[in-house]
């Protein structure tokens, strides 16, 4: 048996859940023969997805070679493999991967997929695969090694998200997917999606692209599969529908091919900078593999990864998405025991500008319950909730919402002029102007009219939760409730305790934020709490080296190797310079010159200028005479690896000194507000993972954020 | 009896009785209750959407938004077969939500029941096209669980407590009949096993079935082809030796009787008008049906006065029947029945696939089964006019439905 020499990969993992390959033999109709059906199925219920590592891979593997020999005997006619319910094999178990802590190892564990996934393809009968669910990565790809496909329009969950994973689809899939659905689709599917917030495809949409060649309904997928497996076997009609549609859907030439891979990296520029390795390898092997054999491109995609398995980025991807999304995500630190939470019934909004009507719109569409705007006339609460209502009717006409959710949801929106209407509300939360005297002063009315036990929420970005709360008769009832704009786009809540909050106001905080989707982070009172603060470092660095000399190219792209979503002016510009200059103010004034203002921003924010750069006709972007006509700058320019480690100094400064200070638990929970907050890379692992390996937690604080 | 009255479409003033036709009919394969069987695990809904799922697809010229209602019949409704399961199995079938449903209980007679009820709607008008069938997954829901007799029963003396089990109520027919013995049953029943099991080679069974595929822990999917409950090559020497659970020295034993099973049955009925104008087959057309109730402790006697009233109704004879489909929850029930008419054991106008002792019984599917094969058995055999089929039903009910061959060369010519 060949798979002996896999012996080694055994062991490596203990704690593997083996997916089993059980095989029935299935009399097929229409005189077909006796069809193998292998379910991958791991005994566990549909919580507890199926995946493949070393174990399951080898079972698999000899699995098939049983099968192959009794193809061969004559035995049967078909080889098939589906999954237990939900998920034909929902891919690579990343734990496992993770552990692969040597090259040697990681090239075993990409052949033994080769080996496995080669047999299926050339069984000596046709094989074939039953997508009936999830089937991501090497999952996706023990599909794409079968003769045949069908897939569930009840699919959900099937890609090929190694890009965005920090690897390469190097199971045959860069080899096989392009020559099924042709080049342009391959890139949709191998880098656009993964790289697109890791967008994954439906069964419909994967019998669309030609991923599968027929799709069945959930209520009858297998028996129907079975019946069309049945009917290709016999050739005639089905088979040749089979061919004419594969023919059709993979039309390309070497052009074609070439425009695929050249967009496919124009797309991973524009997204990542190129600062991780893995979507560009995909696009070399896409690119090497048109005029490769596929043993040759398999030689080619064991190569990558297990080059792949062992770059930081990768490992550092898999701590942010299992780790942090997957786990500490779903299950904040620190954040006490839900059934001390109290029920939310009605909510009260403070202020109807933009962010307080984002919020009603928010906490209406999320938990269904009435929410009441107030502002200080007549004609901004009408602002206000008009706002929310044209948003739900935008919703309404792209379908996003039905008639009657629409009429629901506009009808829990009200507004007032008089904070009377709050009087039955259980949680009143304020979007007024940043200042803490008009906050105090909300606060204080809210609190003259609410029950004692109305939770009081602020979504301040840099003011005291503690100090607006200081002078009320019930300061423990004061949370702070910190959104990211736009509000319904960013998952990341930072839940903030003031020393006075109560538990429950807090478990309260902690379980709303679960009700509107969002990921809470809780985070003590300290200014700007996290992302701003770090953000705000940052910038100061960047305007800091611009001012004294740096020009704008070399200061704005120092930090290019990091491949954040946007560039420090583009995203200061996004922001709005005045409110970007309040935030670095608020931040000078509680922690001193550390946090650079910028004279230059103010004199671009007082000529009215949005921003450094400005688009020209052509696309490209300038920064224009007349802006820089404004500016003075120093004489001492810092070249871009210079600003490039100042900043990752700074950064590991500025984290060292949260944690001192106890703002969050753990550097988890600075990298997971990063990803959720700032859109910051997981292939920097939020940023703590990429300080310890560019050297700036050990020069800055004289140790690494995380044990090696 | 004229039900044959000129029929058409608007539902006017002048209502007419209107033909109903069978279009077309399929079941499950029947499993083996319990934890070993072939459905253990699995959904009695799920069964039924498969059933109407293959009724569509068998029949591609009819658009699903004609269908005017789903009625499906379970004994016990509860659980997978609760929540009104003529309602939830369109709906999980695919079936537009335009769709109705409802569901339906006459224990052994459900399925029957819903296609008579059903049909009596079409006859009046109220629809064109209907999907009708039952389900039992006996596994999920054993006989008679969750049932809450009335004390008043027993205090009254209204029904024999015994006569809630239906084992006690086939003794209760040997001692009214002494001279069906069991010798006559056990034969009877090994030549239930032999017809199915020819019926099967022939190839006359398996067209009617829905393959189903299912998934045991530990062993993956496969997929359902055939029956279960079948024990071909079942002697009169291997009978003689089973036990008689009812009562010590008794008759009726697990050899002679329907077993406890799982399985489902959908049929499509159609105005004869709708059918023609939705170009459907008609496989049979609906002449005649009746209930009546008997002294529940021996309900297997039901089919008798059933049947009398039916043919009463048709005008017809017992003569005029050239096929007859009885359900066989106990040999003792068919000889009775049989006895009763001056029909030969061995008569083979009776049960030519075999019957419930061999394929089995899930208990409200049932009657759907019967029409599927005297439809099938019809096609075959174009000499005879009129078939029957009839159950035997808890609680002392028999139910009987005469059907008019369409490929006799007389159908359709005289009143009947």
């Known amino acids: 048996m060949s798979f002996e020499r896999y012996d080694e990969l055994v062991g490596l993992v203990p704690t593997e859940v083996v997916t089993h390959s059980y095989v029935q033999d299935i009399a097929l109709p229409e005189g077909a023969g006796v069809l193998a059906l292998i379910t991958l199925d791991n005994d566990l219920d549909s919580t507890k997805p199926t995946t493949l590592g070393p174990n399951t891979l080898i079972e698999f593997g000899r699995t098939l070679e049983g099968l192959k020999e009794r193809a061969a005997r004559g035995e049967i006619s078909a080889v098939a493999v589906t999954g237990k319910p939900y998920f034909l094999v929902a891919g690579a178990d990343l734990s496992t991967v993770k552990s692969v802590r040597s090259e040697h190892l990681g090239r075993l564990m990409a052949e033994l997929g080769h080996e496995a996934y080669d047999l299926l393809s050339d069984m000596g009968v046709p094989s074939f695969a039953f997508i009936n669910g999830v089937a991501l990565g090497g999952g996706l790809e023990v599909a794409l090694a079968a003769n045949y496909r069908t897939v569930s329009s009840g699919a959900n969950g099937i890609g090929l998200p190694e890009a965005f994973i920090g690897l390469v689809p190097g199971w045959g899939g860069v080899y096989r997917l392009p020559r099924l659905i042709g080049p342009a689709n391959a890139v949709k599917v191998m880098i656009e999606n993964p790289l697109s917030n890791n967008r994954s495809l439906d069964g419909s949409a994967a019998y669309e ?130 059934k001390l939470a109290r029920p939310v019934t009605k909510v009260g909004v403070v202020g109807a500008g933009l962010m307080a009507s984002q919020l009603a719109l928010l906490f209406a569409r999320q938990l269904k319950v009435p929410v009441v705007l107030t502002d200080i006339d007549q004609a901004r609460v009408d602002k206000g909730v008009g706002y929310v209502h044209a948003e739900i009717d935008k919703m309404l006409g792209r379908k996003r919402l039905s008639q009657d959710a629409a009429n629901r949801t506009k009808a829990l929106v009200s507004g007032s002029v008089s904070k009377e209407v709050f009087s039955d509300a259980d949680f009143v939360i304020e979007a007024v102007f940043e200042e803490m005297s008009v906050k105090k002063q909300v606060f204080k009315e809210v609190e003259a009219v609410v029950s004692p036990e109305c939770i009081l929420a602020t979504n301040t970005s840099s003011l005291s939760v503690a100090e607006m709360a200081a002078d009320l008769q019930h300061p423990e009832r004061v949370v702070g409730f910190h959104f990211f704009n736009p509000v319904a786009a960013m998952p990341l809540l930072e839940v903030v305790r003031a020393p006075k909050t109560d538990e429950s106001v807090l478990a309260t905080a902690f379980v709303l934020a679960k009700g509107l989707k969002k990921n809470a982070v809780l985070v003590q009172d300290a200014p700007a709490f996290v992302v701003n603060r770090i953000l705000g470092r940052m910038f100061g660095e960047i305007t800091a080296v611009f001012d004294e000399g740096t020009d704008a190219e070399t200061a704005d792209s120092a930090l290019r190797p990091l491949g954040l979503p946007m560039t420090p002016f583009r995203l200061l510009a996004l922001v709005g310079l005045p409110v970007g200059q309040h935030v670095q103010e608020s931040l000078h004034a509680a922690f001193g010159d550390r946090f650079h203002v910028s004279s230059n921003q103010q004199k671009l924010i007082e000529a009215g200028v949005k921003g450094l750069w400005e688009r020209q006709e052509d696309g490209t972007e300038i920064v224009p005479e007349q802006t820089l006509a404004l500016i003075e700058r120093g004489s001492t320019p810092s070249s871009a690896e210079d600003v490039l480690r100042r900043t990752q100094d700074a950064l590991a400064d500025e984290i060292g000194r949260m944690l001192s200070e106890g703002v969050v638990a753990a550097p988890e929970d600075i990298d997971l507000c990063m990803i959720m907050g700032a859109g910051w890379p997981m292939h920097l692992g939020g940023i703590t993972p990429y300080l310890d390996r560019v050297g700036a937690s050990e020069r800055v604080l004289g140790k690494t954020f995380h044990q090696a | 009896m004229s039900l044959h009255i000129g029929t058409t479409s608007p539902r006017s003033a002048s209502r007419a009785v209107r033909d109903v036709v069978f279009v077309d009919g399929v079941r499950t394969p029947f499993g083996r209750a319990g934890d070993k069987g072939i459905y253990a695990g699995m959904r009695a809904d799920d069964l039924v959407v498969k059933c109407i799922r293959d009724l569509m697809r068998r029949n591609p010229s009819l658009p699903a938004e004609r269908i005017d209602e789903v009625a499906i019949a379970a004994t016990t409704q509860t659980g997978d077969q609760g929540l009104t399961i003529g309602r939830t199995a369109a709906l999980l079938a695919g079936l537009p939500r335009t769709v109705p449903g409802f569901a339906i209980d006459r224990m052994c007679a459900g399925a029957m029941t819903a296609v008579t009820t059903t049909a009596s709607g079409i006859a009046f008008g109220a629809y064109d096209i209907v999907i009708a069938g039952g389900v039992e997954h006996m596994g999920n829901h054993p006989m008679g669980v969750g049932a809450d007799p009335n004390p008043r029963f027993v205090s009254e003396r209204i029904v024999d407590p015994a006569a809630l089990n239906m084992g006690n109520t086939a003794e209760n027919l040997h001692d009214r009949f002494p001279a069906i013995t069991r010798d006559r049953t056990d034969a009877y029943a090994v030549r239930s096993q032999q017809k199915l099991a020819q019926a099967y080679e022939a190839g006359q069974i398996q067209p009617g079935l829905v393959p189903v595929a299912g998934r045991k822990p530990g062993s993956g999917w496969t997929l359902n082809t055939v029956d279960e409950p079948p024990r071909p090559g079942t002697t009169v020497e291997d009978l003689a030796t089973l036990r008689t659970p009812f009562r010590a020295h008794g008759r009726v034993t697990a050899g002679n009787a329907a077993g406890l099973n799982d399985g489902a049955t959908a049929a499509l009925l159609a105005s004869a008008d709708a059918a023609a104008e939705l170009g459907l087959p008609v496989r049979m057309r609906l002449v005649a049906y009746a209930f009546a109730g008997v002294e529940p402790e021996v309900m297997g006697i039901g089919p008798v006065p059933a049947t009398e009233k039916a043919l009463r109704q048709a005008g017809l004879d017992i003569a005029d029947i050239g096929l007859f489909e009885i359900n066989e929850a106990f040999a003792v029930q068919v000889l009775s029945f049989l006895d009763h008419f001056g029909i030969d054991d061995e008569d083979p106008r009776v049960n030519r696939y075999g019957g419930a002792i061999a394929v089995g019984h899930p208990l409200a599917s049932s009657g759907v089964r019967l029409m599927n094969q005297l439809a099938r058995q019809f096609e075959e055999d174009p000499s005879v006019r009129y078939g029957m089929t009839t159950m035997c039903i808890g609680l002392g009910m028999g139910a009987t439905v005469i059907w008019e061959n369409p490929h006799h060369e007389h159908y359709g010519q005289d009143a009947a």
């Open chain 1, 209 to 338: 692209l030609g991923i599968a060649d027929a799709l069945f309904e959930p209520a009858d997928y297998l028996e129907q599969s079975l019946v069309w497996a049945a009917r290709v076997l016999t050739g005639g009609e089905a088979a040749e529908a089979v061919a004419q549609r594969r023919a059709r859907l993979a039309r390309y030439d070497d052009v074609a091919w070439a425009g695929a891979v050249a967009a496919g990296r124009a797309f991973v520029e524009a997204k990542t900078s190129n600062a991780a390795p893995a979507p560009s390898r995909v696009l070399d092997l896409l690119e090497a593999g048109r005029t490769l054999s596929q043993k040759e491109s398999a030689a080619a995609e064991c190569a990558a990864l297990s080059d792949l398995m062992q770059t930081p980025e990768f490992h550092a991807t898999v701590y942010a998405f299992l780790d942090l999304v997957q786990k500490r995500g779903k299950r904040p630190a620190g954040a006490p025991d839900r």
